[in-house]
């Protein structure tokens, strides 16, 4: 983790100055150009102008001006050709565990980056390996190691997306805009329409604080970039992860494991040159729209404050609902296992005992998946959920799946029994076995959840249906939760704000033996 002093915090061992922030970098809209349908238009509010920097042909220039200003992508054809390829080590449903197959790969000397063209990716990093042979006497030096999942990822390029800017009634194509207001507030509305909605346009409108940049990305797109500083980010983030209604204590939870969750996931976007982006791969973040003032409160009441243990930034982790249960790292990611994130019964009760009735036994994942009453997230919606499936769509989501990942088994054509082979203490499913016509397919962690669209969670066992006939007709998937079900429930911090817990008292239940330090030098 690198040492915030780097973030442009002060030298001093003392609390930071409640008058200093750090400045994030969001990445608003990560790959603008991909449609040439999308089309995003930035304004300044009420008596206020937009200033914008850039560079065309070999001038510097600087245009103010009180109008909208159009962005427009068209796809421009090349003069010649252009060979894309990158070297792909490896696909992942998230972050963390492409950060852990990237740490194993540099540990064997190869040097790689983490991107996000659609699903996250290891590269083998391009301005190393940068000519076509670099890349494939790699390629096959790992292949003949036995590792054959990595593949060469290569697109000849017969156009490329050209963004003009439509400004006073001109046009320009810059690659790399600065905008700016007096008031540091810019109006963003992205318009889309696309196949998926049948040609029906999709609008987002979004007030930002802070400045903009577009700039390029590595993916041949461009990416709209919010800088702003972490507090008033934060006013962007707890209303829409958490929700406006939410008792105090548990909006001042989210604040703190917000506000420690950024700080530790900078490194995020490296490869696209800003840091964070706005979705829930990494936190909801819209700006000042939809602010409010008890969730401004909170951000006001722990301002400063993060969650560490011995010093250091926690992977503050937390997803909408447990199930019941919150998992270990290890669950749902490839990597060590923190000590704070480990498997809490979600109830203020003693209602469960996982050191004599471990949930990796499927009787007892059956029998906890029965009880519905006395958990902190009793009565929620997902907090059970069963979802029959029928085996038609069960085996087109798995062949989309392999097909995204390059899987040899993608071109399977019947499946003909499923069943969960490994599961972990919380419960959480570790491997699931699909035998197919052509073979068994292995699915792990996380990615059981990416292969089918039932499960809203690994927390579940699967029942074969045939509704009366002899063959199968689907499956049932039976279950709980919603998303990981690492760290903190953010139904069940309502639930403990309810019974009067504070935000100290719920920060340790979900995070055991962390605590909550002002930020300052000392916390790396």
Not at 325 to 351: H, Q
Not at 372 to 392: A, L, Q
Request: contains cysteine.
């Amino acid at each position: 983790m690198t040492p915030l002093c780097l973030l442009g915090l002060t030298a001093a061992s003392e609390p930071v100055s409640k008058d200093q922030d750090v400045e994030l970098q969001i990445g608003i809209i990560q790959r603008f150009g991909t449609r040439s349908n999308s089309k995003v238009e930035l304004s300044a509010t009420k008596s206020d102008r937009l200033t914008l920097k850039f560079t065309t042909g070999q001038q510097q220039k600087t245009l103010i001006t009180d109008q909208p200003v159009q962005l427009e992508p068209t796809m421009e054809n090349l003069p010649q050709a252009q060979l894309e390829e990158v070297l792909v080590l490896g696909d992942f449903r998230t972050f963390e565990t492409a950060e852990y197959n990237a740490n194993k790969w540099r540990y064997q000397g190869i040097e790689v980056e983490i991107a996000q063209p659609e699903r996250w990716q290891v590269w083998a990093k391009r301005d190393v390996y940068n000519t076509p042979l670099l890349r494939r006497l790699l390629l096959q030096t790992i292949k003949n190691s036995g590792n054959l999942k990595p593949y060469l990822d290569t697109k000849i390029q017969q156009q490329k997306p050209k963004i003009t800017w439509k400004i006073d009634g001109k046009n320009y194509t810059p690659d790399y805009v600065e905008i700016s207001t007096f008031k540091d507030l810019i109006r963003v509305n992205q318009t889309d329409v696309s196949p998926e909605q049948n040609q029906k346009a999709s609008q987002r409108k979004y007030l930002y604080p802070g400045k903009l940049t577009f700039q390029p990305n590595a993916y041949g797109t461009y990416t709209l970039v919010n800088k702003v500083p972490l507090e008033i980010y934060l006013r962007g983030v707890v209303p829409h992860e958490i929700g406006i209604n939410a008792p105090q204590a548990s909006l001042e939870s989210q604040a703190i494991i917000a506000r420690t969750y950024a700080l530790k996931n900078i490194r995020r976007f490296a490869v696209d040159n800003y840091q964070l982006c706005a979705d829930t791969h990494c936190q909801v973040y819209q700006g000042l729209t939809g602010t409010a003032k008890n969730t401004d409160q909170a951000i006001t009441a722990t301002k400063g404050m993060v969650l560490s243990y011995k010093n250091e930034l926690v992977d503050a982790l937390y997803s909408s609902t447990t199930g019941g249960v919150t998992a270990n790292f290890s669950d749902v990611w490839d990597g060590e296992d923190r000590p704070y994130l480990k498997p809490v019964i979600d109830s203020p009760n003693n209602i469960w005992n996982l050191a004599s009735q471990d949930l990796s036994q499927e009787e007892n994942l059956q029998k906890f998946l029965s009880l519905k009453d006395g958990f902190n997230e009793t009565g929620w919606d997902v907090f059970r959920w069963n979802k029959e499936t029928d085996i038609e769509r069960i085996t087109k989501d798995l062949q989309k799946f392999l097909r995204s990942t390059k899987n040899s088994y993608a071109n399977f054509q019947k499946i003909i029994a499923m069943s969960v082979i490994k599961r972990s203490a919380s419960g959480r499913i570790l491997k699931l076995a699909v035998k197919t016509d052509i073979g068994t397919v292995i699915l792990e962690k996380n990615d059981v959840r990416s292969a089918f669209y039932a499960p809203v969670s690994t927390l579940f066992y699967i029942r074969p249906l045939n509704k009366g006939g002899k063959d199968i007709w689907g499956y049932a998937f039976i279950g709980g939760g919603l998303g990981h079900g690492v760290g903190l429930s953010q139904t069940g911090a309502q639930n403990l704000a309810k019974l009067g817990w504070n935000y100290h008292k719920i920060l340790q239940f979900y995070y055991p033996g962390t605590e909550v330090k002002v930020l300052n030098q000392n916390i790396k």
